[in-house]
Nanobody, 116 residues
Framework: QVQLVESGGGLVQAGGSLRLSCAAS????????MGWYRQAPGKQRELVAT???????MYADSVKGRFTISRDSAKNTVYLQMNSLKPEDTAVYYC??????????WGQGTQVTVSS
């Protein structure tokens, strides 16, 4: 059984920073891609950033230059450093991992709230 556990969400003022972490545990023999998605109230879940096993990264246009995704392969952990946060970044952030036989796993979500 694979689990993804997020941490690091919270309340921050506009212009502030937060760092999200997501640790994958269980029977893991291959990590293909890990990433972060978010879902704001009344909106669809959207991609924020992804990172591959080869450290290639991809970002949504709305977060480029402000967010940085990274990983620690030894710990099966992915991070999302979020700087210059805006109220429109408010959402539940979900960790995603495409692991083992290309199976998608999701974390439970962590709330990020940015006040103006």
């Amino acid at each position: 059984q694979v689990q993804l556990v997020e941490s690091g969400g919270g309340l921050v003022q506009a212009g502030g920073s937060l760092r999200l972490s997501c640790a994958a545990s269980g029977i893991i023999f291959r990590i293909n891609t890990m990433g972060w998605y978010r879902q704001a109230p009344g909106k669809q879940r959207e991609l924020v950033a992804t990172i591959t096993s080869g450290d290639s990264t991809m970002y949504a246009d709305s977060v480029k230059g402000r967010f940085t995704i990274s990983r620690d392969s030894a710990k099966n952990t992915v991070y999302l450093q979020m700087n210059s946060l805006k109220p429109e970044d408010t959402a539940v952030y979900y960790c995603n991992g495409r692991l083992n036989w290309d199976v998608d796993y999701w974390g439970q979500g962590t709330q990020v709230t940015v006040s103006s």
